[in-house]
């Protein structure tokens, strides 16, 4: 499968901020999807995932109650919808994906990789 995140930019402190992550190439339903982020120096991290059907997701404790997944299937797209964001968000924004039956908080859990969008949050 192959997957192109989009939806990256600048904003300020507060904000809002929706990713895309596109999919072609095999039947997107039969993917988990996650994201991770990797800030100037760091490792990259997990974000959150999302289940096949849409139906169980997983935050890291950093965007609990902030940031919220969703998938189309449909549309063969899965959406990060980042509210309140702050400048610690800053980071390159990665989504994966797997066949895996569960949802997985590790990269190197995952197969698929798309090439990543850049989110600048200014204070």
């Known amino acids: 499968v192959q997957l192109q995140a989009s939806g990256g930019g600048l904003v300020q402190a507060g904000g809002s901020l929706r990713l895309s992550c596109a999919a072609s190439?095999?039947?997107?339903?039969?993917?988990?999807v996650g994201w991770f982020r990797q800030a100037p120096g760091k490792e990259r991290e997990f974000v959150g995932a999302i289940s096949r059907t849409g139906t169980a997701v997983s935050y890291a404790d950093s965007v609990k109650g902030r940031f919220t997944l969703t998938r189309d299937n449909a549309k063969t797209t899965v959406y990060l919808q980042m509210n309140s964001l702050k400048p610690e968000d800053t980071a390159v924004y990665y989504c994966?994906?797997?066949?895996?039956?569960?949802?997985?908080?590790?990269?190197?859990?995952?197969?698929?990789w798309g090439q990543g969008t850049l989110v600048t949050v200014s204070s």
């Open positions: 190439g095999h039947t997107f339903s039969n993917y988990i």
């Open positions: 994966a994906a797997d066949s895996k039956l569960w949802i997985l908080s590790s990269r190197v859990d995952y197969d698929y």
